[in-house]
Each structure stands twice: as C-alpha cells, then as structure tokens.
C-alpha cells in the first residue's frame, strides 16, 4: 500500500494546526492523556517498579500538545515523540517541565523524515484525531 503524502496536504495540515496553537496554545488539544493508551501501558507495564520503567520506550507519532507524552515520562518511561508542528513542540516541552517529568526527546518532523525511527521503541502511540 502506497501513501500519497504529498507537499500540498502536509502544508495544509500545518496550516490548520499552528492556526489552532497559535489562537488556543495549550488549549489547542486535551491537556490529559488518552483514557485506552492509559489502560493499554499500564496493563503491558503497570506491575513494572518504577526504576525499571526506563527500560521501555515509547515513541508518539504527532504528540501535538504533549497530552499522553507527559503522563508517559512522569511515569517513568522513556519517552519520545516526533510532530510536524513546532509550537505544539515548545508548549509539550513547556509542559513536560511545567509538570516536572523527565526529559523527553522531542523532534520537529513528520515520519518520513523521523531521524530515530531506527531505534527499537517497545511501543508506538499514534494520534487519534482525524483533521482532514
């Protein structure tokens, strides 16, 4: 199966969302992460001790604000996320320190042009919101 991802769509895309973050900031998208990605890592990982959660690592395909990627470092995991929107970038890692979680490896992108997709993530979480 072959995508047609082309310049046109990526640009329209980019254009709706540095509108809504420009206009709504953080507000822009839920600040709390997925109630089902909560249920699903936590039941793969979830009796895991805490100083052992750094050992999986998850990678967020458009993380936009940050709303799961958070909850995800705060809990302990290794977390990065890739999105092809910078501001939505600034006001995840705001929010990441705002709520005092590690670090996190944040990279403005899309994922044909991820830089990391080679390193062996244990699992992807994807965006749910359809946009277009």
């Known amino acids: 199966m072959t995508i047609n991802y082309n310049e046109t769509w990526k640009r329209k895309i980019a254009l709706y969302y540095d509108e809504q973050y420009r206009r709504y900031g953080v507000k822009a998208q839920r600040q709390y992460p997925n109630e089902e990605l909560c249920r699903f890592i936590f039941s793969m990982f979830g009796k895991l001790p ?65 830089p990391f997709i080679a390193v062996s993530y244990t699992h992807l979480t994807l965006p749910t919101k359809r946009i277009v």
């Open 50 to 114: 805490f100083d052992q959660r750094k050992e999986v690592k998850l990678l967020e395909l458009g993380c936009g604000v940050g709303g799961n990627l958070w909850m995800l470092a705060y809990e302990g995991f290794t977390v990065a996320a890739i999105d092809m929107n910078f501001n939505a970038l600034a006001i995840t890692c705001d929010t990441i320190k705002r709520r005092d979680c590690p670090a996190a490896s944040l990279v403005n992108g899309d994922l044909l042009s991820a």
